[in-house]
Each structure stands twice: as structure tokens, then as C-alpha cells.
């Protein structure tokens, strides 16, 4: 399925005075969630979906230093997952010799194509690592609750916010050698938790999506506090369920 653009056509994806633009935004994005840590030693990233188009940021670069000009477009229409190296249509590829896209294209794609979601982030925080080591080595999931931030998740990321009183779940992967190794682990969790707004990976990080890059985006945050809350309540020994 190419789609078939001229070389103007396909730079203008890429090109607009719109900072509300996904190629202006990812290279925005990139920069705060770097001062957070989310971000660091090029590791993590977020995705956009526009339409008709996803919006990739480029694998192994200082993600805080995007340029517009770095961005990937690849058709959202994909016969199956776009697993790098793989058989890809792009739409626009950067003039830049040796940008390769994310690793985390097809686990961007998971958000996409089972939660519809129009963003999907992927951070490398601290908050969700200590959280995935400090918790029973043979915990499937992260549980919480009675806590005010979790008013900001969404169940299954994209529908109806959680209540105070409503038990928060994100299931918790292993981590593999490559980023992409971990596409079947993070779908097959998702198709487990249908209503969790996130994949933890054990030393590693978290996948957060949204319908919109503003709900994935602060979904994150409200997830990140969460995380940390719940470091320091574990090593308080404070239960993390019910409100003792
Ligand atoms: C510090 S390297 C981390 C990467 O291997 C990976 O975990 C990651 O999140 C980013 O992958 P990338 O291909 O650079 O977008
Ligand atoms: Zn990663």
C-alpha cells in the first residue's frame, strides 16, 4: 500500500509554523520530558498518530535535540505490525544518513491499533523502575488506590476517568534485550488488562497512551506521580491498596 507523494509534498509533513504540529510537538515534548528524566541517553520517546499518519521520532539520538527535519511518517495503514527493519512504506524518511526510526515503533503501534489511542509515550523514569523492583519479584501488576491523582488515568487509557475510590491496575512485562522483542509481551498484557492505561517493564520503564497526545501526556504525569508515591509507600511499608 505506498502512497505515492512528491518530495514537497512529503517534506511538508513535516514543515509547519503550527508548534501544535506532531513533528513540532514531538521535538517540544522531547525537551520536557528530557528535564523530567524521562528521556535521558536517548532511551524512551513518544509517538504520534494524525489522521492517516504516525509520527516517529528517530532510534539512538539525543531525544531532547529532535529537529522537525529528524521525523519519520509512516502510514497508520499497516498490514501488520511495522517491526524495525522489517518491509516499511514510509512516507517521509529524513535526509539525515544513518537515522533509523524508534525501536519502539511497533510498541507505539500496540497503543495505535488496539486502544486507537492517537499518542503513545514510553519513559525510561526512575519512578516506574524502582517501582518495578521494589514490588514482589513475581508481581504481574502494579495495584493502587485511594489516592487523587489516579482521577486523572483513564480506564484502558482512552475511555472514562478513574474514581477516587476505584482500584488502579498496570500490568508489569519483562524487559527483553531489544526494545522490539517486546511487542507480543506488551499486546498479550493488554489484551490481559483491557482496562490498564499502561505497560510497566520490569527495569526498564513504562508505555502510557491516550486518545490525544494532551490525555497521553498527562495520564503520564498523573502515572509518574503515582509511581514515585508508591516507591516511597513501599519502603515505608505502607499498603498501597485501601485507605488504613
Ligand atoms: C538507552 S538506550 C534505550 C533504547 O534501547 C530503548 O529502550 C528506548 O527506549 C529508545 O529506543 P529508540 O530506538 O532510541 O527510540
Ligand atoms: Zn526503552
Given at each position: ?7 514537497e509534498e512529503?517534506?511538508a509533513?513535516?514543515?509547519?509554523n503550527?508548534?501544535?504540529h ?5 521535538c517540544?515534548?522531547?525537551?520536557d520530558?528530557?528535564?523530567?528524566g ?18 516517529l521520532?528517530?532510534?539512538g539520538?539525543?531525544k ?8 519519520f ?8 505490525v511495522?517491526?524495525p ?9 529524513p535526509s539525515t544518513?544513518g ?5 519502539c ?13 492517537g ?8 519512578h516506574a523502575?524502582l517501582l ?8 504481574k501488576s ?6 487523587e ?11 472514562k476517568?478513574?474514581r477516587?475510590f476505584?482500584t ?9 534485550a531489544d526494545?522490539e522483542?517486546?511487542?507480543e509481551g506488551?499486546?498479550?498484557?493488554m ?27 498527562t495520564?503520564?504525569?498523573c502515572?509518574?506521580y ?10 515505608a ?5 485501601g485507605?488504613?
Amino acid at each position: 500500500m505506498s502512497t505515492k507523494l512528491t518530495h514537497e509534498e512529503a517534506e511538508a509533513l513535516v514543515r509547519s509554523n503550527d508548534p501544535e504540529h506532531p513533528a513540532n510537538l514531538i521535538c517540544e515534548l522531547c525537551r520536557d520530558f528530557y528535564k523530567l528524566g524521562w528521556v535521558t541517553g536517548t532511551g524512551g520517546g513518544i509517538s504520534i498518530r494524525h489522521g492517516e499518519h504516525v509520527y516517529l521520532a528517530p532510534s539512538g539520538v539525543q531525544k531532547e535535540r529532535i529537529k522537525p527535519e529528524h521525523i519519520f511518517v509512516l502510514p497508520f495503514a499497516q498490514s501488520s505490525v511495522p517491526k524495525p527493519g522489517s518491509q516499511r512504506d514510509f512516507i517521509r524518511i529524513p535526509s539525515t544518513k544513518g537515522l533509523k526510526e524508534s525501536a519502539c515503533t511497533p510498541l507505539f503501534w500496540n497503543a495505535f491499533t488496539m486502544r486507537e489511542a492517537g499518542a503513545c509515550i514510553h519513559t525510561h523514569s526512575q519512578h516506574a523502575v524502582l517501582l518495578t523492583l521494589l514490588l514482589p519479584r513475581d508481581a504481574k501488576s502494579f495495584k493502587m488506590s485511594h489516592q487523587e491523582m489516579i482521577k486523572g488515568v483513564r480506564i484502558g487509557g482512552v475511555g472514562k476517568t478513574l474514581r477516587f475510590f476505584d482500584t488502579l491496575e498496570v500490568p508489569i512485562i519483562e524487559n527483553t534485550a531489544d526494545e522490539e522483542d517486546l511487542t507480543e509481551g506488551m499486546a498479550e498484557a493488554m489484551r490481559k488488562y483491557p482496562d490498564a492505561p499502561a505497560i510497566l517493564v520490569r527495569r526498564h520503564g513504562v508505555y502510557v497512551w491516550g486518545n490525544t497526545w494532551e490525555q497521553a501526556k498527562t495520564q503520564s504525569e498523573c502515572l509518574d506521580y503515582l509511581f514515585e508515591m508508591a516507591t516511597k509507600m513501599l519502603l515505608a511499608k505502607l499498603p498501597l491498596v485501601g485507605d488504613e
